[in-house]
Nanobody, 124 residues
């Protein structure tokens, strides 16, 4: 099992930026793809971004493409989500997750371990 701890969430205004971090421990972090998901009140959890084991391949939801960037630093066992030009509709709890293989998968069923989440609130 991989333990994941998210940080970096908070309350910001529309147009602001945040960088979320996900620190991993346990099984070797560099062996797996990693992803970010989010869930707003009353809505289903949705895919945000994913990165492959090597960091070369990435996938993004259309709603965040061009604004968010996922990256990883395997030496630090950490994955990041840089969020720019934030909008009120980005408000959600953001979860970091470990994939079952090396790919940048967009399916939540492909993820095994999940963090506890970090709240991002974007005001108008």
């Amino acid at each position: 099992q991989v333990q994941l701890v998210e940080s970096g969430g908070g309350l910001v205004q529309g147009g602001d930026s945040l960088r979320l971090s996900c620190a991993a421990s346990g099984r070797t972090f560099s062996n797996y793809g990693m992803g970010w998901f989010r869930q707003a009140p009353g809505k289903e959890r949705e895919f945000v971004a994913a990165v492959s084991r090597s960091g070369v391949s990435t996938n993004y939801a259309d709603s965040v493409k061009g604004r968010f960037t996922i990256s990883r630093d395997n030496a630090k066992n950490t994955v990041y989500l840089q969020m720019n030009s934030l909008k009120p509709e980005d408000t959600a709890v953001y979860y970091c997750a470990r994939a079952k293989d090396l790919q940048a998968t967009i399916q939540d069923a492909d993820y095994i371990d999940w963090g506890q989440g970090t709240q991002v609130t974007v005001s108008s």
